[in-house]
Every structure is written in C-alpha cells, then in structure tokens.
C-alpha cells in the first residue's frame, strides 16, 4: 500500500507531454538533447546550445541558412 501511494505521488511530479530536441536529428555530430515542456522552450534551448557550442558553424551560414535552419530545427522536435 505504501509503495502504490508513493508511485502516485511520483507521477504527479512526471511530465508526460515533454518535448525533446537532438542535434543528431540534424545530422550535426554532437550528443546534446534538450528536453522541455513546450516547443518554444525546447527550441530556445537547442538555439542557446548552437550558438556556443556550434558558433562557427551558424556563424559561417548565411541569413538565409540560418532561418532554414531554424525551420528544420523547430521541425524536427518531437514528443518525449
């Protein structure tokens, strides 16, 4: 009985509509995933992570890369 109030408990805390990004989804050879609540949270991560760690990279890409870019990266966040 303790541990089935326990587990309820738990999933209370457990998101079940959790959104994931990976940077392997876009082909980039990199292990970082992101997890968040919303695309937009996700996708601000993912966005923060590229602009340190990939620097040279969205650097050398044209206005124009970037926002096709963006596109793909927004398109390929997917449920948890």
């Known amino acids: 009985q303790c541990h089935s109030s326990r587990r309820a408990s738990l999933d209370k805390f457990r998101r079940k509509d ?3 990004f990976a940077c ?3 082909g980039v ?9 919303t695309k ?12 340190v760690v990939h620097a040279d990279l969205m650097k050398s890409m044209t206005p124009e890369q970037l926002a096709e870019f963006g596109k793909a990266l927004a398109a390929s966040i ?3």
């Open 24 to 26: 392997k989804s876009l």
């Open 40 to 51: 937009e949270e996700v996708l601000q991560k993912a966005m923060e992570h590229g602009s």
């Open 78 to 80: 997917q449920a948890a």
């Open 18 to 20: 959790m959104e994931k």
């Open 29 to 37: 050879d990199c292990d970082f995933i992101v997890t968040g609540e």
